[in-house]
């Protein structure tokens, strides 16, 4: 079966002829959001006529209840003529394929006219026979008919559906309500009498905890003293290689004064040669001038002494006197230059010597601070990196037990977000079948209201006057909607 909309527009209008083309003709509808207004406006415009008025609320019943109804099918006309100057109220019921868009154009598929007067035709035209029913009456009376026995079915089904459901739940209620009191009855049975005392338990299991602790406290205590003794002996062991690396080096510098000093006396033998051979040297000088002088003497004694009256010569002793004191002179300017030199010389030597010594006593002592700073640095540098490592290994302890407290505390987290999200999810799930029960609890009243209403005016006299039916097909529908479309036309007035 196709599934149908049906749409009602109320036209009056006095026209000469009319002329429906059902292949041609298109409708644009829309969603009308004030739908009850216009229908009220509609039952407005119809109520002077009461064919009119029963045969709409009739439809409107049918349309609203979504009831359906097989009436009688007839030829679709392909024209409708009428005399001139007829007065036509016209009720067009369009049945439009659904689902749609609502911004299509739909062709109409159905049109039902129904007028009020008969048509009077002209003294030169024939009356045309169309196979319409005989009168009006007939065929809304059958259509009521059967329509009030479909709406009967559909209550009783659906009344016989709200037992059923009802009776459901009721069973569902006393079930729930035999499990409660299971549930209650193996509590009371299962509930202890007395709860049991641990408060000895817990006093044991504290004064363990504070022995733990204060073991723990002691044991930390302990590990501090071994890493510092240890850092002492470390420390220890650094002076002791620090002392014998600076003795050795001091050895060294022993050793190299000792050769500096067998150098010093070898120079100084070398020099005590040099003033021995100079001493030996003046000795021989002094001798060679004795027997030189001893020679001399033994030449003059042997000649003759003539003594001439002539001018006073000079005085040979006094010249060799003179002489000899030149020389000596000589010699001991020579012995004091070479004492002087050899002096000059010993002092700077001395002088070298002792400033060598006290550059190389401030060196040594220099060395020998840095020495005592270097092995004061690298104490405080390993007592600083042993403070790092037991630092370190604190840090690493600190961090495993504060890691495995935080994985615990997200493994409860964990667990609680997944016992809250399944919570919400139960929650949500409740909620759309709370919503759910909660429509079909409404959709029950109002159809149960709906079903009291049609019961209670099941009884109303229906009073048809006679007319001609031009065009009248039902077909099934199902959810119909009212789709108001404006019309064109002057002559349409409300009263």
């Known amino acids: 079966m196709e599934a149908a909309m049906l749409v009602v527009i109320c036209l009056r209008s006095q026209t000469t002829h009319m002329v429906f083309l059902m292949e041609d003709l298109q409708l644009a509808f829309m969603e009308d959001p004030t739908l009850l207004t216009t229908m009220g406006e509609l039952m407005l415009l119809i109520m002077e006529d009461p064919t009119l008025l029963i045969t709409t609320g009739v439809l409107m019943l049918l349309i609203m209840e979504d009831v359906i109804i097989y009436i009688m099918e007839v030829p679709i006309l392909p024209t409708m003529e009428a005399p001139t100057d007829s007065i036509l109220q016209v009720l067009i019921v369009l049945i439009i394929e659904d689902p749609m868009p609502p911004t299509m154009k739909v062709?109409?598929?159905t049109i039902i006219v129904i007028t009020t007067e008969p048509p009077v035709y002209m003294e030169d035209q024939e009356a045309k026979e169309y196979?319409?029913?005989?009168?009006?009456?007939?065929?809304?009376?059958?259509?009521?008919?059967?329509?009030?026995?479909?709406?009967?079915?559909?209550?009783q089904h659906l009344n016989d559906r709200l037992?059923?459901?009802?009776?459901?739940?009721?069973?569902?209620e006393q079930q729930n309500a035999q499990l409660e009191r299971n549930i209650r009855e193996w509590y009371e049975r299962n509930q202890p009498s007395t709860l049991p005392d641990y408060s000895s338990f817990f006093r044991i299991i504290q004064e363990l905890q504070g022995q733990i602790s204060s073991t723990s406290v002691e044991n930390a205590r302990i590990v501090l003293q071994i890493d510092n003794n240890r850092l002492a002996a470390d420390d220890f062991r650094n002076k002791y290689e620090m002392e014998r690396q600076l003795a050795s080096s001091v050895e060294a510098d022993v050793n190299g004064l000792r050769i500096l000093l067998e150098e010093l006396n070898s120079e100084i033998c070398h020099l005590q040669a040099q003033v021995e051979n100079l001493q030996e040297e003046l000795q021989l000088i002094k001798r060679n001038h004795g027997e030189e002088v001893n020679a001399l003497q033994a030449q003059l004694g042997a000649r003759v002494n003539v003594e001439v009256d002539a001018a006073p010569s000079a005085d040979l002793n006094r010249t060799l006197f003179e002489i000899r004191e030149q020389y000596e002179n000589l010699m001991?300017?020579?012995?004091?230059?070479?004492?002087?030199?050899?002096?000059?010389?010993t002092e700077e030597l001395n002088r070298e010597v002792a400033s060598g010594s006290e550059q190389l006593q401030s060196v040594q002592t220099e060395v020998i601070d840095l020495r005592r700073t270097i092995q004061t640095l690298d104490i405080e540098l390993q007592s600083q990196l042993s403070l790092k490592s037991a630092l370190e290994n604190t840090l690493a302890e600190t961090e495993a037990t504060f890691g495995a407290q935080l994985a615990q505390l997200q493994c409860l987290i964990n667990n609680v977000e997944s016992q809250l999200a399944q919570m919400r999810s139960d929650l949500e799930r409740q909620n759309q079948e709370y919503m759910i029960l909660m429509d079909q609890k409404n959709h029950l009243e109002m159809e149960i209201t709906t079903y009291k209403r049609l019961l209670e005016g099941h009884d109303?006299?229906?009073?048809?006057?006679?007319?001609?039916?031009?065009?009248?097909?039902?077909?099934?529908?199902?959810r119909p909607q009212f789709i108001t479309t404006p019309i064109h036309n002057e002559s349409f007035k409300r009263k």
Do not use: W
């Open 460 to 478: 109303i006299q229906y009073v048809f006057h006679t007319g001609q039916v031009t065009e009248l097909i039902f077909l099934k529908t199902c």
């Open 163 to 172: 037992a059923s459901y009802l009776d459901k739940v009721r069973s569902l």
């Open 332 to 345: 001991e300017r020579n012995l004091r230059e070479v004492e002087t030199i050899f002096r000059q010389r």
């Open 131 to 155: 196979p319409y029913p005989s009168t009006f009456m007939e065929v809304l009376t059958a259509a009521a008919i059967k329509a009030l026995l479909a709406i009967m079915e559909t209550m």
């Open 107 to 109: 062709p109409i598929k």
